[in-house]
Structures are given as C-alpha cells and as structure tokens.
C-alpha cells in the first residue's frame, strides 16, 4: 500500500481538497472514526489500480508555474530565440519521458532542468496527465 | 480597457498571420518524413503514447530538438540516429512540414491553468 506521507505529496488530491479544506470539513461534518478511516483506505488505495496515470486535478494546480512559460501562445525562449513548446495534448508517456529527461540531465535547458528537479514522480505524473488530457 | 484588448488581439493576430514556417519547402520536408511517420504518425500525431506528437508543434522547437540530436546535447540513441541523417536544409524543411501538418493534438497552456 502506498504510505500516505511517503512522497510529502498530499494524499487527498483525488478529492479535490486542500489540506486545510479538508480538515475543515472533516471537523464540521463530525464524521466517526470508522468511515473517516474506511474513506482514507479507499483513496490511498486508488493509485494502486490507475498504476501509472497521475490525478488530473492536481495536476492542474501543479502546471500554475509553467503557464509563465508555455501558456502564451508564441512565446519565445531567449538564447538562443526558438519558441517554448507546446506541452498541451502531447502524449502521456512522452511528456514523463521528457521531463525525466530534463531531471537527469539527459535534455540541457537550463530552466527546464530546474522545473524537472523541483518535481516529485508524483508531481511528474500528476502534471502528464493533466497535460495529456488537453485539446486545443 | 476594450481598446487595450483590441490592439493586443490585433498584435497577437499579426503575430500569428507572419508565417510560422517561412523558411523551410514544405514539400521536401514531407518527402523526407516518410522514415519518420512509423513512429510519430502519418498524421504527425503519434498514436503510440511513447512517441512525442508533432503535427502543429512550432518549427523552430523541432529544428532545436533534431539539432540537438545531432550534436548529442541531447540524449536519445533512436533519434539520434535519424538526426544525423538529416542535413541543416533537411532539418529545417521537415520540422516546417511537421508543423505546418492540420489536425494538431498540441496547445499552449493558455487558459487552462488554475485560476483562469
């Protein structure tokens, strides 16, 4: 089973909430111990079956810092000047590829190394998921 | 304010009509995308999850990535392998095909993060 804490991520991003809304709301609906534990198995256990593909949700909030550099359309990488690509609707498994790549060092952008090194596995899948799930 | 969003959306338009692909010969760079189209697609949007979707992608990004290839500064041995057997002219007329290709998967993150 996956440990809640292991990767530092939030476990309930498959709820839609955040830590603090989440507790909010645990203490306003009085909820007995025994299905809180019961409703906390059951989304631990959900990355087990969807094996590889991240929470598109999460994802969503995770791609908030790209958007400076890929949400415009047209917008330019400066040295050397080429235009930052477009990462929406592009394949799942390539986008984990590519930003693997990018956390090895196997892809030299600068910039681009730093974004991969600031992401967890998780992060990695979460964002791919997210991305893939885009059409123009 | 409106008037602002106009002369953006005018500038924006102007940006997108001054062809992306000026440079490359559309034609030839399809005649050398045969090898290509097992892997990313007759269409240019590779079915194969593994393999990185091309159609629509901006031209000099692709010219960038198979440069790179090339050079080795980036790291792939099947692509690799293709790039070194593209010349500089060949480089540049096929990413021009690849993203002149209609039918594109790709966007810019545009409206579509959190908070838009």
């Not at chain 1, 025994?34 to 906390?40: I, R, S």
């Not at chain 1, 956390?103 to 030299?108: A, I, T």
Request: proline share 6%.
């Amino acid at each position: 089973m996956r440990a809640v804490a292991g990767d530092g991520g939030w476990p309930l991003y498959s709820t839609g909430l955040t830590p603090e809304k989440f507790n909010q709301r645990r203490t306003g609906t009085k909820m007995t111990r025994a299905p809180l534990f019961a409703a906390a198995l059951l989304i631990t256990s959900l990355p087990c079956f969807a094996a590889d593909k991240g929470d598109a949700a999460a994802g969503k909030t995770k791609v908030y810092t790209c958007a400076g550099c890929h949400g415009i359309p047209g917008w330019k990488n400066p040295y050397p000047n080429y235009h930052v690509p477009r990462i929406g609707g592009q394949n799942y498994d390539y986008l984990v590829t590519a930003l693997n790549e990018y956390k090895k060092g196997e892809r030299s952008h600068p910039t681009m190394r730093a974004q991969g090194e600031s992401l967890s596995e998780q992060d990695i899948r979460d964002i791919a998921t997210y991305l893939s799930s885009l059409t123009p | 304010m409106k008037r602002f969003h106009a002369s953006l959306l005018i500038t924006t338009l102007a940006a997108c009509a001054t062809p992306a692909f000026a440079k490359g010969d559309i034609e030839a760079g399809k005649a050398k995308s045969v090898p290509c189209q097992a892997c990313h697609g007759a269409d240019g949007n590779a079915a194969d999850p593994q393999y990185p979707r091309l159609a629509g992608q901006y031209h000099d990004y692709l010219e960038r990535a198979l440069r790179e290839y090339k050079t080795g500064e980036r790291k792939n041995p099947i692509m690799a392998g293709f790039a070194t057997t593209l010349s500089e002219e060949d480089i540049v007329n096929v990413s021009a095909y690849f993203a002149s290709l209609p039918g594109t998967k790709l966007t810019d993150l545009h409206d579509k993060v959190q908070g838009d």
